[in-house]
């Protein structure tokens, strides 16, 4: 039967996806280098890169490679790096001293790559557990994580990343009222331009079993940390943990770990419209090189496509494993 006019489609969606130049116009979200924030891990040492068997691909850099890595970022185009340390053993204790030490291996790092990548933004780790002897971001009292001592480590431990010359503080405590207590310290220190990103929205998550590796605090780490991290059926106190956060002087916010939480992003980023970061942790980046690994998916495909989705739910950055592989991609 010859169709009649009327029975033909209304609107034919496929024609701007018939060729890759319709594609190109038509494509509404973009992934760049720029969009990508780098975690690293330090470690004590010269020359090394170690590899962590739980993040393929991943490494601890003594803070001379550290150091290269950053000029290597620098020039792909990645805005900023993110330190995180693996403590020796020895130097995790009760008091956990290690993290406000002005010599410690994150400030170390923070120093060399200000004097090899100037231009590259170094964003610092506060929370406890890498030099906590029972591996909790905060301090154990009686079998309790207490609150406002904590905080008042966090501002020693922020003093000294700055002192070192970061750009970026990064809470990721979840403890309340350190935002206020961190802004507060570094405008009276004349630190009034370091910034922070908060991590606002971190949820109690099995997504970082190999981060707990990567910095040497799985077997430290005694029972769980739900009393201050969210718990994953929440989205509501997400909202009100930004909402304070901003309140209290947060420059950007984040959403911990990413994928499973991209609900939050799009309402975090459409409420508040403030900078907006998701971290794709260790555990989703593991399970993408695992995968890829076995010949199960396109690791790369894969790889692009997971962090398109942060783009897509309004973030504006996203802190990934992947930065070095996903910048030399997109740039090629
Ligand atoms: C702890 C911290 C964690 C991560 C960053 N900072 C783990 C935790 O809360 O136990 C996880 C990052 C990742 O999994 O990639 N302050």
Same mark, same amino acid.
């Given at each position: 039967m010859? /169709?009649?006019v009327?029975?033909?489609?209304a609107?034919?969606?496929?024609?701007?996806?018939?060729?890759?130049?319709i594609?190109?116009? *038509?494509?509404e @979200?973009?992934l760049?280098?720029?969009d990508?924030i780098w975690?690293?891990?330090?470690r004590d040492?010269? $020359?090394?890169?170690e590899?962590i068997p739980?993040m /393929?691909?991943? *490494?601890r850099? &003594?803070v001379?490679?550290?150091a290269?890595a950053a *000029?290597?970022a620098q020039?792909? +185009?990645?805005?900023?790096?993110c330190l995180f340390?693996?403590t020796d053993?020895?130097l995790?204790? =009760?008091d956990?001293v290690?993290?406000?030490? /002005?010599?410690n291996?994150?400030n170390q790092?923070?120093?060399a790559i200000?004097?090899?990548a100037?231009?590259?933004?170094?964003m610092?780790?506060?929370? #406890?557990?890498p030099?906590?002897i029972n591996?909790?971001?905060?301090f154990?009292?009686?079998? =309790?994580i207490v609150n406002d001592?904590?905080?008042e480590a966090?501002v020693? !431990?922020t003093?000294?990343?700055?002192e070192?010359?970061a750009d970026?503080?990064g809470? %990721?405590?979840?403890?309340?009222g350190?935002i206020?207590a961190?802004r507060n310290?570094?405008?009276?220190?004349?630190? &009034?331009?370091?910034m922070i990103l908060?991590?606002?929205?971190?949820y109690?998550s099995?997504?970082?079993?190999?981060?707990r590796?990567? *910095?040497?605090a &799985?077997?430290a #780490?005694? $029972?769980?940390?739900?009393?201050?991290q !969210?718990d994953?059926?929440?989205?509501?106190?997400?909202?009100r943990?930004v909402?304070?956060d901003?309140?209290?002087?947060?420059d950007?916010v984040?959403i911990? /770990?990413?994928?499973?939480?991209l609900d939050?992003?799009h309402?975090?980023? %459409?409420t508040f +419209?403030?900078?907006t970061?998701?971290y794709?942790v260790s555990? =989703?980046?593991?399970m993408?090189?695992?995968?890829?690994?076995n010949?199960?998916?396109?690791?790369e495909?894969v790889?692009?496509? &997971?962090?398109?989705?942060f783009?897509?739910?309004g973030?504006d950055g996203?802190?990934?494993?992947?930065?070095?592989?996903v910048a030399?991609l997109? @740039?090629r």
């Amino acid at each position: 039967m010859t /169709p009649t006019v009327a029975s033909f489609p209304a609107a034919r969606l496929r024609r701007t996806r018939s060729t890759p130049a319709i594609r190109d116009l *038509v494509r509404e @979200n973009s992934l760049g280098s720029s969009d990508l924030i780098w975690p690293v891990f330090v470690r004590d040492g010269n $020359g090394i890169e170690e590899p962590i068997p739980s993040m /393929p691909g991943v *490494v601890r850099r &003594s803070v001379d490679k550290i150091a290269e890595a950053a *000029v290597e970022a620098q020039a792909l +185009g990645i805005p900023a790096i993110c330190l995180f340390p693996y403590t020796d053993a020895s130097l995790k204790t =009760e008091d956990c001293v290690e993290a406000w030490n /002005p010599d410690n291996l994150t400030n170390q790092a923070v120093r060399a790559i200000k004097a090899a990548a100037p231009d590259i933004a170094v964003m610092t780790d506060v929370a #406890l557990d890498p030099y906590n002897i029972n591996g909790h971001d905060g301090f154990v009292v009686d079998g =309790e994580i207490v609150n406002d001592a904590t905080v008042e480590a966090l501002v020693k !431990m922020t003093l000294a990343q700055a002192e070192a010359g970061a750009d970026i503080i990064g809470p %990721s405590d979840m403890m309340d009222g350190r935002i206020s207590a961190m802004r507060n310290a570094l405008e009276q220190a004349g630190h &009034s331009n370091v910034m922070i990103l908060s991590y606002s929205a971190k949820y109690a998550s099995g997504y970082y079993g190999p981060f707990r590796d990567a *910095v040497g605090a &799985s077997g430290a #780490l005694n $029972g769980d940390k739900k009393t201050y991290q !969210m718990d994953p059926a929440n989205g509501d106190e997400a909202i009100r943990l930004v909402q304070r956060d901003l309140s209290e002087g947060a420059d950007m916010v984040m959403i911990k /770990p990413g994928i499973a939480y991209l609900d939050i992003c799009h309402r975090v980023k %459409s409420t508040f +419209g403030a900078p907006t970061y998701a971290y794709q942790v260790s555990g =989703e980046y593991a399970m993408i090189q695992a995968a890829a690994q076995n010949g199960w998916i396109n690791g790369e495909q894969v790889m692009l496509e &997971s962090l398109m989705a942060f783009k897509r739910a309004g973030c504006d950055g996203i802190l990934t494993y992947f930065a070095p592989e996903v910048a030399r991609l997109l @740039n090629r």
